[in-house]
């Protein structure tokens, strides 16, 4: 079992920065991690993937160049740095834990229960 729980949501002006965290307990080695996010009224969404290594990331265009996923495996503690953030990057965001990188969201079997980020225009 792997228990994820996410932190570092909250209100931001558009093209301000969070930094979301999300702590990984439990037989948590060896995982690959995502991040999802649920806005109101939509489905959840990927967002980025890493490897157990970090050799392999992933991000949806939407967060291109924006966005940046990073991992401590020494902490088992994956990390979302978000700048730049715009109004529709308003959701609830989750971690994910899966063997393997990937986008879908079936593929995972553990998620945290999620934090809040609002970006207000």
């Known amino acids: 079992q792997v228990q994820l729980v996410e932190s570092g949501g909250g209100l931001v002006q558009a093209g301000g920065s969070l930094r979301l965290s999300c702590a990984a307990s439990g037989r948590a080695s060896g995982y690959a991690m995502s991040w999802f996010r649920q806005a109101p009224g939509k489905e959840r969404e990927f967002v980025v993937t890493?490897?157990?290594?970090?050799?392999?990331?992933y991000y949806a265009d939407s967060v291109k160049g924006r966005f940046t996923i990073s991992r401590d495996n020494a902490k088992n503690t994956v990390y979302l740095q978000m700048n730049s953030l715009k109004p529709e990057d308003t959701a609830v965001y989750y971690c994910?834990?899966?063997?393997?990188?990937?986008?879908?969201?079936?593929?995972?079997?553990?998620w945290g229960q999620g934090t809040q980020v609002t970006v207000s225009s």
């Open positions: 994910a834990a899966g063997r393997a990188p990937v986008t879908r969201i079936n593929d995972y079997n553990y």
């Open positions: 890493i490897s157990w290594s970090g050799g392999y990331i």
